[in-house]
């Protein structure tokens, strides 16, 4: 009985401390977008979530000054709101593009 304790407990901490290789041919560069990435989220992020929140108030006032015109409203909403949150590694590397501000879809 206490060899299947001791086995187990053995089992179980070996899977916990299995630390994974990654699959990258370059990993200097892949810890160096990872780096510049979080950086640039201290950054970032608090200008995206003061702009939003900033478009989010916007929209919203001229919502009720418009009398309820959702397409005004839209207009600020869909650009302030959209877009980009975090900045990605692929991002930096210029995989995919920083949306600071979401493009309006071409029926407005």
Same mark, same amino acid.
């Given at each position: 009985?206490?060899?299947?304790? +001791? !086995? #187990?407990? &053995? =089992?179980? %901490? /070996? !899977?916990?401390?299995?630390? #994974?290789?990654?699959?990258?041919?370059?990993?200097?560069?892949?810890? $160096?977008?990872?780096? =510049?990435?979080? *950086? /640039?989220?201290?950054?970032?992020? @608090?200008?995206? %979530? *003061?702009?939003?929140? &900033?478009? $989010?108030?916007?929209?919203?006032? #001229?919502?009720? !000054?418009? =009398? $309820?015109? &959702? $397409?005004? #409203?839209?207009? +600020?909403? +869909?650009?302030?709101?959209?877009?980009?949150? *975090?900045?990605? @590694?692929?991002? !930096?590397?210029?995989?995919?593009? +920083?949306?600071? /501000?979401? @493009? =309006?879809?071409?029926?407005?």
């Amino acid at each position: 009985m206490r060899w299947k304790t +001791i !086995l #187990a407990g &053995l =089992l179980g %901490v /070996s !899977l916990m401390t299995h630390v #994974a290789v990654a699959e990258s041919e370059d990993y200097r560069a892949d810890m $160096g977008y990872g780096a =510049l990435a979080v *950086v /640039s989220n201290v950054f970032y992020m @608090p200008a995206k %979530v *003061v702009y939003a929140t &900033l478009g $989010g108030i916007t929209g919203c006032f #001229a919502y009720v !000054l418009t =009398l $309820g015109d &959702l $397409g005004t #409203a839209e207009k +600020i909403w +869909i650009p302030s709101l959209g877009g980009s949150y *975090v900045v990605t @590694p692929a991002m !930096l590397r210029d995989d995919e593009p +920083i949306l600071f /501000s979401a @493009p =309006l879809p071409d029926d407005y």
